[in-house]
């Protein structure tokens, strides 16, 4: 059975739930998107135990300090989110998109080689398991419309103009 370390963080746009293991985060989720935190769970590791944590390894105080206006302070946290090789090829492109910016899917695929992946690119954009660290709020559609979020849209806008990217 593997175990987790788990914490709850309160944000300016809703409690997030955390998820550590061996220093890594391996998923960072909106609590009222509970039933994704244990689906993703049970399906990257069949038997799994949570075990509640106080700020496991420095990471929920390194959140805080995001959310505290230090928008470069998740630049360095070390992620595990899975996936498929395909999905991990577009979650470390995402990792590269510079805090205060945004890009479109085409980009991200043209930069993966194929233009015509687009498509695909969202698909793994929308499995990403690390809200914000892996910052998939910063892929927006090609016209400069806000495209669908996990977290909604309004965290979305939030997230975009707390990290400069939306001066509105």
Known sequence: MHCFLIDRIQT????????????????LEFEDATGRVEREMRQRFKSHELQQSENPFGLSEIMRDYF???IHAIDTILTDGGGTSFEKSVWAELRKIPTGTTVSYGSIARKLGDINMSRAVGTAN???????VVPCHRVI???GSMTGYGGGIARK???LRHEGALLV
């Open 12 to 27: 300016p746009i809703g409690d997030m739930i955390l998820v550590a293991r061996d220093g890594a985060l391996l998923l």
């Open 68 to 70: 505290s206006g230090n």
């Open 126 to 132: 929308g499995r990403n398991p690390i809200a914000i």
């Open 141 to 143: 559609g090609a016209d």
């Open 157 to 159: 806008e939030w997230l």
